[in-house]
């Protein structure tokens, strides 16, 4: 992949950069979209067989828990649901229904909008994101995904009563959490804000706008330590070795290993969103696969549950060390919306941008 700059200057490949461990995550979140949340593994080997591309969902989930839930936003400043709102209720409905082969779910459509959003304010500031998070969700159609999870949901609720921004977030520790990670590290890399104690700083501030809770921040820090481990040239496996993380065992992902993926990520680790157990289920698939990243984002997806929210952290890791095959990039939708306008810094230094 490379970085987009003003017409005369050309464009500049890295080999290791932050820009890969983004598009990373948006590809493993792109092809785990048709089957996710599916917990019933032969429902999924009999809707989509051994997939090796991007699909469109289908209509029908069998596992969808949507029929159990419903929306209904105290006012305008809860609406993030729209037209979608009269789905919640029914059995049988897709969560992404709408979305296209190539699409990415509503959280790594919001990491590509805080991607964009940072370059062009010239660096991440925690009450412009939020700003922007308010205007773009409460946006009809701004985005065609049924489900929006949890934490949007009571986000909004609160500041339909009122609430600040700034205080609207809860206590989630769901890895969906995680989301918008890579995102916002690639943008700081693009605008050359590259101290790792800023870029942590970053992290989590961002993160405990919509997730303070201890278990999702100290993810966020553990994902933010590998990537920066990786962007200095450490293998993944040297970085799981060498980097204390709270919860993986080296001896553990050594043994898992030479094991079926749906026996290690269903039986032993749960294939649910909750943090930290999702985030060693992550780990285990950059592990084993740490030199394919097509291997790494297929298998992830095809252990079902929230595999989504995995790919993010999985995509982003592996990408980092093996790049994103070109064949993944070419039908990936959100490609073309990174696009950002060129600007000047005061100093007159392009911006970079990804393409």
Known sequence: MGLFV???IPIIKYTMSLQN?????????SISMPVHWYYNRQSLDADYGDFQTYCKPKAHHPDSILWRSSYSPLNSKADILGRQAKYWGQKGVHYHQFLESGDNTLNLQLASELYRDSIINGGFDPETWLKRYAHVMLTPDWHLDTYAEEYHRAF????????????????????GGLSCIPALLAAMEAIDQIEPSEQLANVLSLVSLTHNHENTLRSAT????????????????HTLKTMPIPGVSIRLLEKWENMDDRDVVGNILSTACYLPESFVASL??????????????LANAKAGGDNCHRGVVVGAIVAMQTGVPEIW???LKMMEKLRCDIQLMPNHKVLKRVI
Not at 162 to 167: A, I, N, V
């Open 6 to 8: 003003k017409d005369e």
């Open 21 to 29: 461990a983004f598009l990373g995550s948006l590809v493993a979140d």
């Open 156 to 175: 909004f609720t609160n500041y339909a009563k009122g609430k600040p921004l700034q205080s609207c977030g809860i206590p989630d520790y769901h890895i």
């Open 222 to 237: 553990d994902l933010t330590r590998i990537l920066h481990r990786l962007i200095n040239g450490d293998s993944i496996r």
């Open 284 to 297: 285990y698939f950059a592990w084993k696969y740490h030199d394919d990243f097509t291997m790494a984002v």
């Open 329 to 331: 990039l070419k039908k």
